[in-house]
C-alpha cells in the first residue's frame, strides 16, 4: 500500500486523537493502579457515550453528508442495535464480543429494508419518513413485549460485561466499557474512512452531486443509496451495542425522536462529509452537559432551562457563522495557515502545540486541573496575537452577513460552495 | 356505524388541529423550501404571551393582537437569525430552526414554570352540537372552521393576489424573481409573519385541549409536519386534508385492529406507516408537485 | 462490432414528439455529428441512448447489446460514456475524484445475461466491494492504484495538469466541459456521446476543440458522436452529419452533402 | 496538517478542560478511597467509619432528576418541596447532627443514560452520602444496581413502578415512597367489585409501566365474578387528543372507569366524556390527587371522581403543618406551594428523621438500619392520621397506605377533594 503522505499524516493525527482520548480523557496517569484519577468514573461514562454518539454521528454522516439523504430516524437503528444486543446477552447469555455482529446484521437489514422506499424520497419527504421509524419504535417495543420485555426495559449486567481475566483486576467496570466503546469508535472510524475514500465512499459523493451523471459513470444508484442506508444502520448498531455494554439497561424510552433530531445537529454542527467532523460533532455535543457546571445558574426552579436555551443560541451562532460546521472552520483556518509566513506559522502552531506540552508536564508535576489551565493560558496568550486578525475577520464575516441581512442589501443567495470556494481562492490570491 | 361515524368525526375533529399547524409549515415551505421545526415552540411560545395578556384583556382583542404580535416575532426571526443563513445550505436553516426550538421551549420553562396551567378564559365553550350519533363540541367546529377559512385565505392569496404569486415566484427561483423586481427579502420576512400568525392561531386552539404548556405543541409539530408531507408541502389544501387523514386514520386503526398485536397502542406506528406508504406511491405527497430536473 | 444502431426511435413528452421515428448509425471509428435546431430533439435522442429517458418505441443496439433494456448504469458498461450540455460534474470533488469516480464501470462486474444472474451477481458483487473498501483489501486498492494512473494520463493529455486537485464547481464552464471530456474517456468507452462540448468556448478555442476531438478519437481509438450547432467545430471534424428537425431526420451525409441539402438550408435559415 | 490536528486536540482540552472542574481526592477530609472508585469486581459493599459524602460541617445527599428537556419541569415542584424543607432545617433547625444538609441535583434529561451520568457524577464529584428522591422509572432502573452493588442508600424512589420495592433482598439499599401503581390498581379493582358490583370496568391508561402496572393491579383487585373489564384503552401522553379512546370505552358499555394518566390526560378523559354526554364513575390515579384538577377540569365535571392520597391537602391551610409547609414554601422555595411539594416536605422530613437517628453513626448503613427500624408504623407530619409508614429489611414499600379522595364542590363553587372512607392498607393487598 503506498501511503501518500497527507495519508500518513492524517492516520498520525488520528493516532494523536485515540492516544488523546484513551490517555488524556478518562485518566491523567496511564496506569490504574490506585493513582488518583483526575478524570474519574463521570469523565469516563461521559467520554464512553462521546464514543457511542460518536459512531451514530459517523453512520449519519454517510448516509445524510456524503450520500445526501436525509435521516431523522437514527435513534431507530440504535434502537434496533441496542435491543438485540441486550435480547441476545441478557435472555440468551451471549458475551458482548459475541453480540456485536447480530446487533449490526440486524440493524442494517432494518436499515436495507428502509433504504429501498427511501429511494423514491428526498428532502423533507424522506425525513418524515425516517422520522417515522423514530416515532414508531417505541411503541413497537413496548407492544411486542414477549421478545422486548415492555416498558420494564432490559437491564443487562452481569458476568457477559465484564473485563476478562486481568485485565478485570486493573480497570473498573467503568472504564473497561470505556475502552471497549473507544476501541469501536477508532475502529469504525477507520472503516468509514476507508469505506469514504474508497470507490464506495466516492459512488456515495457522485450521487449526492448529481444522480443522472453517478448513473452514466456506471453507478447503480438505487443500489448504492440502500447500501448508504445499510451502512449507515450498521453503525448505528453497533453504536446501540455499545450503549447497551455502557449504561448496562435499555428501555424504550431510552431514545426519543428528539435524540434522533439532535443526531442531525450534531452532524451538522461537526461538519456534513466529514470524518472529523462527526467525531467533533459528536464530542462537543455531549459536553453541553456541561455548560450548566461552570455557569453560575443557582438554583432557581428553572435554572436548569438556562443552559439549553443558550445552546439553543450557540446552535444558530455556530450554524451562521460557521456554514461547513467545525470541521469546515479548521479547513478555513488550515487555508489561512497556508498563506502564512513560515515564522508566523510557526508561531501560530508552535504556540499551542508548546502550551499543551508545557500543561502535561504542569499538571503532571504539581497535579489538579489548574495546572492545565495555567499552561493553556500560556498557550494561548503566546498564539493570541497571532490568531487574533483571523479571529477577527471570521467573526466579522459572520458579522458582515447579519448586518448585510439585517440592512436588506446583500446581494442574491449564492450557492454557497462555490461562493466559498471563491472565498478560498481569494485566499489563495493573496 | 354510528361508531364508526363518531370515530371519523373524532379524527376530523384532531385531524384539523394537525391541519392548522401544518398550514403554518406549508407557508414557510412556499416561500423558503425549508421545514421550520421551531414552528410550534413558537406557537407554544405566543399562546402563552396570550394567556399572560388574557387577564387584562378580553379574549378576541387579545386573539387579534396576538396575531400581530406572532406576525412580529415571525418578522423579526426571519431578519435577525434566518437571514444571515439565507443561501446556506438547508440543512444548516433547519439547524437554526432547532436552535430556536431550543430557545423557546426553554425561555417559556422559564418564564412560566413547567406546571401545566389551564387556559383559563376561553369564549368557545364546551356547548356540544349533535348530528345523529356524532358529538362536535363548539371548540371542534371552531377548529375546523379556521382550518378552512385559512386555507381558502392562503389559496386565493397564493393564486390571485400579485403578493402571493410574487411570494410562490421567490421561492421557486429567488434569483430570477429579483431580476424581475420582487423585493424577495421582503417575501421571504413577510412569509414568516404570516406562519407565525397561523402558528399562534393553532396554538391558541390547542392549549384548551391538551393544557398550556411548555412541550404542548412538540406532538402537534411532528404529528403537523407528518401531515404537511402528506398532503404534499407546497400545497395548503394538501396540509389540511393530510392533517385529516392522519387523525382519521389513527382514530380507526386505535378502534378497529386487532387488540392483540395492533390496537391503540399501535395507532400512531400504523399511521406512520400508511403515510410512508403513500409516500412511495406518491413521492411528493398526495396534491404535492412533481419537480422534474433537466439535463 | 457493428457501432451503435439505432431504429425508428420515438418519444413524446405529453404531446409534443420529441423524437418521431429517427434511425441512425454509427460505425466503429466514426465520427458523426447531430445538428439541427433548438428542441430538434438532439439531447433528447441522448438521454434516450443513455436511458435517462426511455423511448417510447425502437430500438438502439450498441455492439451484441440492446441498450433499450438496460439501467442507465448499464450503458457505461457496453462502452458507451457521454458527456452533458450543462455539465453534470461532481462539484465538490476535485478533478481527479471526478476521474477516479468516471472510471467506476472499470471495475465493475461484466454484465451477465439473464434477470436472475444480473441481480445475484450484482448483490454479491456490491457485498464484496462494500467489504473490500472497508477493509481495504489488496483488491481495492491496487483497483485504486490503477485508476489514478489512468486518470493521470488522461490528465496530462487533456493539459488538465494545473487544476487537478481543485474542486470541479470552482472551475470555469470552459474547464469543465473539458474534465467532463476526460471524466468520459478514463472510462475507456468504445463509443463517446459528446453534448455540446463547445458551448462556452471562444473562436480560438473552437479551433482547439476540433483538434483535441480528432486526437481522442484517433488515441484512444473510440466512436464519436457528437450533438453541436457550431458549425465550425462540426463541419472540418465529422464523417457524417446527421439533422434533426422537430424530432424528425431531415437529413444524413458527409459535411458537403449536408450543407448543400435543401430541407437543412430551410430548417436553419428558413421561418 | 498534523500540526492542525494538534491544533484540534488543543481545542478538545480546552473543551474538557473548561468543563471539568474535577476535585482532587485530597478536598474530602476523610482519606477513605471514593465508593466510586471500589472495582466493582469487589460486590461486597464494604462500608465502615465516617463515610463519604459527610464531612464535619456538612451531609451531602444527592439526586438524578429531570429537569431539563421535555419532560422536566412538570416535576420541578416536588423538588423544590424537598429542597425547601433541607433549606429550612438548615436555617432554622440548625441542620442535622450539627451539620448542614447539602442536596446536589443533577440532571438527568428524563433518560436512563443521562442518569447513569448523573450518578456517577453525584458520587465522584459530590460525594454524596445517599441518594434522595432519584425520580423515572426508566431513569432510576439504570442506576438502581449500581447503586446498590456500591452500598448506597437510595431512598424514596419518585417512581410507583412495581420492582422497586418487590425483592428487597435484591436491592437492600433501594427503598420506594410513592405508593405502586400496581397495588393501587389492585385497591381500586377491590372497591370497585365491592361497591359497583355487576358494572362493567373500563380501563384507561397512559402506554407505559405506569398504565401496564395500573391494568395488572386492576385485573388482579376486580373480582371477577362481580366485574368485568370491558375495554382497555391506552394513550401515549403525547396524545393530542384522546377522544377517539372515550369514544371506545363509552360504546363498550362502561359503567366504572379507572384512569391510570397523569393530569392533562385524565382532564381530557374527563372532559371529553362530558362532551359524549358520557358519565361513568371515573376513579384516577393518585398523581392527580391535586387540586389543579379543578381548573384543569371544571369542578363540576370533577364531581364525584375519585382517587387515593394519604399525605395533607395543600388547601388545608387551617392545618398547622400545611400552614407552615405554605411558611417554608414562601421563605425558602422558589415555587408555590402545591400537593407536589407537599409531597417534596414529605420525602425531606423522612431524611432528616432517618438522618437524625443515624446521628451516633453517620454511615451509610448506619442510615440504612435507621431507616429499617425507625419507621415502624410511623405517624408523620405530612400523612393524615392513621396514615402510617412502615419499614424494615423485607419490606421496603414507602407509603402502603392511603385514603379514598372524592371530588367535590365547596360552597363558593372551588372544587376540593373530601377524604372518605376508611384507611386501606396496601400491605394486605
Redesign the interface.
Same mark, same amino acid.
Given at each position: 500500500?503506498?501511503l501518500s503522505s497527507p495519508l500518513l499524516l492524517r492516520i498520525l493525527g488520528f493516532a494523536f486523537l485515540a492516544f488523546f482520548l484513551i490517555y488524556w480523557l478518562p485518566f491523567s496517569h496511564a496506569l490504574p493502579d490506585g493513582l488518583p484519577m483526575r478524570f474519574g468514573t463521570y469523565r469516563t461514562i461521559q467520554a464512553s457515550i462521546a464514543c457511542v454518539w460518536v459512531l451514530v454521528a459517523l453512520g449519519l454522516n454517510i448516509l445524510t453528508g456524503y450520500n445526501g439523504q436525509i435521516s431523522l430516524g437514527h435513534t431507530a437503528f440504535v434502537a434496533t442495535g441496542g435491543y438485540t444486543a441486550a435480547i441476545l446477552m441478557a435472555d440468551h447469555g451471549w458475551p458482548f464480543w459475541a453480540v456485536l455482529i447480530p446487533a449490526a446484521v440486524v440493524s442494517g437489514a432494518l436499515g436495507l429494508a428502509v433504504g429501498i422506499p427511501a429511494l423514491r424520497l428526498s428532502g423533507p419527504y424522506l425525513a418524515m419518513a425516517t422520522m417515522a421509524l423514530a416515532l414508531a419504535a417505541p411503541q413497537v417495543l413496548k407492544k411486542y413485549d414477549g421478545l422486548t420485555h415492555g416498558t420494564q426495559g432490559i437491564s443487562v449486567r452481569g458476568d457477559w460485561s465484564t473485563a476478562p481475566g486481568f485485565i478485570g483486576d486493573m480497570v473498573t467496570q467503568d472504564q473497561w466499557s470505556y475502552f471497549v466503546a473507544l476501541f469501536l469508535a477508532v475502529v469504525m472510524t477507520l @472503516?468509514a474512512w476507508?469505506?469514504i475514500r474508497?470507490?464506495?465512499?466516492?459512488?456515495f459523493?457522485?450521487i449526492?452531486?448529481?444522480e443522472?451523471?453517478?448513473?452514466?459513470?456506471? @453507478?447503480?444508484?438505487p443500489?448504492y443509496k440502500t $447500501?448508504a442506508f445499510a $451502512?449507515s444502520a450498521i453503525f448505528a448498531g453497533i453504536a446501540g451495542a455499545a450503549y447497551v455494554q455502557i449504561v448496562g439497561y435499555i428501555a424504550p424510552e431510552s431514545f426519543n425522536v428528539l435524540r434522533s433530531i439532535n443526531f442531525l445537529t450534531t452532524i451538522v454542527v461537526g461538519g456534513l462529509?466529514s470524518i472529523l467532523g462527526s467525531i467533533l460533532g459528536a464530542i462537543s455535543f455531549k459536553m453541553v452537559d456541561d455548560i450548566s457546571d461552570f455557569l453560575p445558574l443557582g438554583e432557581g426552579p428553572m435554572a436548569e432551562q438556562v443552559p439549553w436555551a443558550l445552546y439553543g443560541g450557540l446552535l444558530i451562532v455556530v450554524v451562521t457563522i460557521m456554514p461547513y460546521g467545525m470541521a469546515g472552520a479548521i479547513r478555513r483556518f488550515q487555508m489561512w495557515l497556508a498563506f502564512r509566513k513560515p515564522s508566523e506559522r510557526r508561531v501560530a502552531l508552535g504556540g499551542p502545540a508548546l502550551g499543551i506540552v508545557a500543561a502535561i508536564a504542569v499538571s503532571e508535576l504539581a497535579g489538579g486541573s489548574l495546572g492545565i489551565i495555567v499552561g493553556l493560558v500560556v498557550a494561548l496568550a503566546i498564539t493570541y496575537s497571532l490568531w487574533l486578525p483571523a479571529l477577527v475577520r471570521g467573526a466579522t464575516r459572520g458579522y458582515g452577513r447579519w448586518v448585510g441581512a439585517l440592512r436588506g442589501s446583500r446581494g442574491p443567495p449564492g450557492f454557497v460552495?462555490?461562493e466559498d470556494?471563491?472565498d478560498?481562492?481569494s485566499d489563495a490570491e493573496r | 356505524m354510528d361508531e364508526l361515524l363518531q370515530q371519523v368525526a373524532a379524527g376530523l375533529a384532531t385531524g384539523s388541529i394537525y391541519g392548522l399547524l401544518a398550514l403554518a409549515l406549508v407557508l414557510i415551505y412556499r416561500s423558503t423550501t425549508v421545514i421550520n421545526f421551531a414552528q410550534g415552540e413558537m406557537a407554544m411560545f405566543t399562546t402563552f404571551v396570550a394567556w399572560t395578556m388574557l387577564h387584562w384583556g378580553t379574549y378576541w382583542l387579545v386573539f387579534i393582537l396576538i396575531l400581530l404580535m406572532a406576525g412580529g416575532l415571525g418578522a423579526l426571526i426571519e431578519r435577525v437569525v434566518i437571514r444571515p443563513v439565507e443561501g446556506a445550505p438547508t440543512l444548516n436553516v433547519i439547524i437554526v430552526t432547532l436552535g430556536l426550538f431550543a430557545i423557546f421551549s426553554n425561555v417559556a420553562t422559564i418564564v412560566w414554570g413547567g406546571q401545566p396551567q389551564a387556559f383559563s378564559h376561553y369564549p368557545i365553550n364546551d356547548e356540544t352540537v349533535k348530528l345523529g350519533a356524532v358529538v362536535l363540541s363548539v371548540h371542534d367546529l371552531a377548529i375546523m372552521l379556521f382550518a378552512a377559512l385559512i386555507m381558502i385565505g392562503l389559496y386565493v392569496f397564493f393564486q390571485y393576489t400579485p403578493l402571493g404569486l410574487a411570494m410562490r415566484a421567490t421561492a421557486q427561483n429567488a434569483t430570477a424573481s429579483r431580476l424581475m423586481g420582487i423585493r424577495v427579502g421582503r417575501m421571504l420576512t413577510l412569509g414568516w409573519a404570516l406562519s407565525a400568525s397561523v402558528g399562534a392561531v393553532a396554538g391558541m386552539f390547542v392549549a384548551p385541549i391538551v393544557l398550556l404548556q411548555p412541550p404542548m405543541m412538540l406532538a402537534v409539530l411532528l404529528y403537523a409536519f407528518a401531515a404537511a408531507v402528506l398532503g404534499g408541502l407546497d400545497s395548503p389544501f394538501g396540509a389540511v386534508v393530510g392533517g385529516l387523514i392522519i387523525g382519521v386514520t389513527e382514530s380507526l386503526v386505535g378502534t378497529y385492529t386487532p387488540k392483540e398485536w395492533l390496537g391503540p397502542e399501535m395507532a400512531l406506528t400504523v399511521t406512520v406507516f400508511i403515510i410512508i406508504l403513500v409516500l412511495v406511491i406518491r413521492p411528493t405527497g398526495i396534491f404535492g408537485k412533481r419537480v422534474l430536473r433537466r439535463? | 462490432m457493428t457501432g451503435l444502431e439505432i431504429r425508428e426511435l420515438t418519444r413524446s413528452f405529453g404531446g409534443i414528439i420529441a423524437l418521431d421515428d429517427v434511425s441512425l448509425d454509427v460505425h466503429p471509428g466514426e465520427i458523426v455529428s447531430l445538428i439541427g435546431p433548438n428542441g430538434a430533439g438532439k439531447?433528447t435522442l441522448f438521454?434516450c441512448i443513455?436511458r435517462?429517458y426511455d423511448p417510447d418505441r425502437g430500438s438502439i443496439r450498441f455492439d451484441d447489446y440492446d441498450l433499450v433494456k438496460m439501467?442507465?448504469?448499464?450503458?457505461?458498461?457496453t462502452g458507451i460514456?457521454?458527456t =452533458? /450540455?450543462?455539465v453534470?460534474? =461532481?462539484?465538490?470533488?476535485t478533478v481527479i /475524484?471526478n476521474l477516479? *469516480?468516471?472510471q467506476?464501470?472499470r =471495475?465493475?462486474p461484466p454484465l451477465r445475461k439473464g434477470l436472475f444472474w444480473r441481480h445475484a451477481n450484482?448483490a454479491i458483487h456490491?457485498f464484496r466491494? *462494500?467489504f473490500?473498501? #472497508?477493509?481495504?483489501l489488496p483488491t481495492?486498492?491496487r483497483?485504486?492504484?490503477l485508476a489514478r494512473d489512468t486518470a493521470e494520463e488522461v490528465v496530462k493529455f487533456l493539459g488538465l495538469e494545473q487544476v487537478k486537485n481543485i474542486?470541479a464547481? #470552482?472551475l470555469s464552464f470552459g474547464i469543465q466541459k473539458n474534465v467532463e471530456l476526460a471524466?468520459a474517456l478514463v #472510462?475507456r468507452p468504445r463509443m463517446i456521446l459528446l453534448d455540446e462540448p463547445a458551448s462556452g468556448l471562444s473562436h480560438e478555442e473552437l479551433g482547439h476543440l476540433g483538434e483535441v476531438i480528432k486526437s481522442v478519437r484517433d488515441e484512444f481509438r473510440v466512436t464519436i458522436l457528437v450533438v453541436e450547432h457550431h458549425m465550425e467545430l462540426v463541419m472540418p471534424i465529422s464523417d457524417r452529419i446527421c439533422v434533426l428537425n422537430f424530432g424528425r431526420k431531415i437529413a444524413e451525409g458527409t459535411p458537403a452533402e449536408v450543407q448543400s441539402n435543401p430541407a437543412v438550408i430551410e430548417a436553419y435559415l428558413g421561418e | 496538517m498534523w500540526l492542525s490536528l494538534i491544533g484540534i486536540a488543543a481545542l478538545l482540552l480546552v473543551l474538557v478542560v473548561a468543563c471539568g472542574d474535577d476535585e482532587e481526592g485530597e478536598e474530602t477530609p476523610t482519606g477513605t478511597p471514593a465508593a466510586a472508585e471500589t472495582p466493582t469486581g469487589d460486590k461486597t459493599p464494604t462500608v465502615a467509619g465516617p463515610d463519604e459524602g459527610i464531612t464535619d460541617t456538612e451531609i451531602i445527599l444527592g439526586a438524578h432528576f429531570a429537569l431539563s428537556g421535555t419532560m422536566g419541569a412538570a416535576y420541578a415542584p416536588v423538588l423544590d418541596g424537598v429542597r425547601s424543607y433541607f433549606k429550612y432545617v438548615n436555617a432554622e433547625e440548625g441542620g442535622v447532627c450539627g451539620r448542614e444538609i447539602v442536596y446536589k441535583v443533577e440532571d438527568d434529561q428524563y433518560l436512563p443514560s443521562g442518569a447513569v451520568e448523573a450518578v456517577a457524577k453525584l458520587l465522584e464529584r459530590d460525594h454524596i452520602f445517599a441518594m434522595i428522591a432519584g425520580l423515572g422509572t426508566a431513569a432510576h432502573a439504570a442506576v438502581w444496581d449500581d447503586l446498590n452493588e456500591k452500598g448506597i442508600p437510595d431512598l424514596w424512589i419518585m417512581s410507583g413502578a412495581h420492582m422497586w420495592a418487590a425483592d428487597p433482598e435484591a436491592h437492600p439499599w433501594s427503598v420506594a415512597i410513592l405508593p405502586d401503581y400496581y397495588v393501587e390498581g389492585t385497591i381500586i379493582g377491590k372497591y370497585i367489585s365491592e361497591n359497583y358490583a355487576g358494572k362493567k370496568v373500563g380501563f384507561f391508561g397512559q402506554n407505559d409501566e405506569f398504565g401496564e402496572d395500573e391494568l395488572a393491579g386492576l385485573k388482579n383487585g376486580l373480582d371477577p365474578e362481580k366485574n368485568e373489564i370491558v375495554s382497555e384503552q391506552t394513550y401515549e401522553p403525547t396524545d393530542v387528543s384522546v377522544r377517539s379512546q372515550v369514544i371506545n370505552l363509552k360504546n363498550s358499555g362502561a359503567e366504572v372507569v379507572h384512569g391510570a394518566c397523569i393530569p392533562p390526560g385524565c382532564a381530557q378523559l374527563i372532559k371529553e366524556s362530558d362532551r359524549l354526554g358520557w358519565h361513568p364513575q371515573f376513579f384516577i390515579g393518585y398523581v392527580n390527587a391535586d387540586a389543579m384538577m379543578f381548573d384543569y377540569a371544571s369542578p363540576e365535571l370533577m364531581e364525584g371522581v375519585i382517587t387515593l392520597q394519604g399525605n395533607k391537602m395543600a388547601d388545608w391551610t387551617d392545618d398547622p403543618v400545611i400552614a407552615e409547609h405554605h411558611r417554608i414554601m414562601d421563605e425558602y422555595g422558589n415555587m408555590p406551594a402545591g400537593n407536589f411539594t407537599v409531597e417534596g416536605q414529605l420525602v425531606g422530613e423522612l431524611t432528616v428523621e432517618a438522618l437524625r437517628a443515624t446521628c451516633d453513626n453517620l454511615t451509610r448503613q448506619g442510615l440504612m438500619d435507621a431507616v429499617h427500624t425507625i419507621f415502624d408504623d410511623y405517624q408523620g407530619d405530612i400523612g393524615i392520621p392513621g396514615i402510617l409508614i412502615d419499614l424494615s429489611e423485607d419490606d421496603h414499600y414507602g407509603v402502603e397506605q392511603m385514603k379514598l379522595l372524592i371530588a367535590g364542590i365547596d360552597e363558593n363553587g372551588k372544587g376540593t377533594w373530601e377524604y372518605f372512607g376508611d384507611i386501606i392498607n396496601f400491605r394486605e393487598q
Open positions: 500500500m503506498r @472503516i476507508n469505506v474508497g470507490r464506495v465512499g466516492r459512488a459523493v457522485a449526492r452531486d448529481s443522472v451523471a453517478a448513473a452514466s459513470m456506471g @453507478i447503480n444508484v443500489r $447500501i $451502512i462529509a460552495t462555490s470556494a471563491s478560498e481562492r | 439535463v | 439531447t438521454n443513455s435517462i439501467g442507465p448504469d448499464d450503458v457505461v458498461n460514456a457521454r =452533458f /450540455q450543462n453534470e460534474l =461532481f462539484k465538490t470533488m /475524484q477516479l *469516480v468516471g467506476h464501470s =471495475f465493475s450484482a456490491a466491494e *462494500v473490500a473498501c #472497508a477493509a481495504r481495492s486498492w483497483e485504486e492504484r474542486p464547481g #470552482a471524466r #472510462a | -
